[in-house]
């Protein structure tokens, strides 16, 4: 079945450092993908999302691009702040269809340390 | 902004009791959903609700749980007797068009 698979955390950082949270995606056809986060104590929110290869979604500083070579997603982002200490979330699900129900991966918790 | 809003935030329950989890989307939404996430593992799609009626649903969602929508506004997600591997943070989501909209979470502990 359809998988995610993301890399292991926890991620500690500096402030200001370079980000990049790996994810791996396995799934028939051509999935839509996204990345959530998580901020403590609040729900899931959308962060970007790329609906097709090569697409890259952004937000916040944020980037990630819809790599069908080699089903990745990768989450980077030039310099993080204190700010974006949070669980983040790789999911995808197929375009198209009305439901959006999503699979994900584990979870990656980012700690950003001043 | 409109939020998706769950309550209790942390629910402790005795093996065997019954439990509702309760959610309320956001008002012009069409569908709704519940994940779970057991600690240290994924977030799994549990079962999602259009047009009054579950339209999908996992393996997970056995015959102990049932869902709910019972005044227009309300979504419940209720399991008839709980386990303990039924501790989990369970998130409740609404959806319009395009975007998923999620809760904050059930932490539900089981003794």
């Known amino acids: 079945g359809d998988s995610v698979t993301q890399m292991e955390g926890p991620v500690t950082l500096s402030e200001e450092a370079f980000l990049t949270i790996n994810c791996t995606y396995t799934?028939?056809?051509?999935?839509?993908l996204f990345w959530y986060v998580q901020y403590p104590g609040e729900g899931l929110q959308l962060l970007l999302k790329?609906?097709?290869?090569?697409d890259k979604g952004s937000n916040k500083g944020f980037e990630a691009t819809y790599r069908k070579e080699t089903t990745s997603f990768h989450l980077e982002k030039g310099s993080v702040q204190v700010s974006d200490s949070a669980v983040y979330f790789c999911?995808?699900?197929?375009?198209?269809?009305?439901?959006?129900?999503?699979?994900f991966g584990k979870g990656t918790k980012l700690s950003v340390i001043p | 902004e409109p939020e998706v809003t769950q309550t209790p935030s942390h629910q402790v329950t005795q093996m065997g009791q019954e439990v509702i989890l309760r959610c309320v989307p956001i008002?012009?939404?069409?569908?709704f959903y519940w994940y779970r996430q057991i600690l240290g593992q994924k977030v799994e799609f549990l079962v999602s609700?259009?047009?009054?009626?579950?339209?999908?649903k996992s393996e997970i969602f056995d015959d102990q749980f049932s869902v709910e929508r019972p005044d227009g506004s309300n979504f419940t997600l209720k399991i008839r007797s709980t386990k303990l591997e039924d501790s989990a943070m369970y998130f409740c989501?609404?959806?319009?068009?395009?975007?998923?909209?999620f809760g904050q979470g059930t932490r539900l502990t089981v003794v």
């Open positions: 008002s012009n939404h069409l569908y």
């Open positions: 799934a028939t056809g051509y999935p839509s």
């Open positions: 989501a609404s959806q319009a068009r395009t975007e998923a909209f």
């Open positions: 609700f259009y047009n009054n009626e579950i339209s999908e």
């Open positions: 999911a995808l699900k197929y375009s198209g269809a009305g439901s959006y129900q999503l699979t």
């Open positions: 790329a609906t097709k290869a090569d």
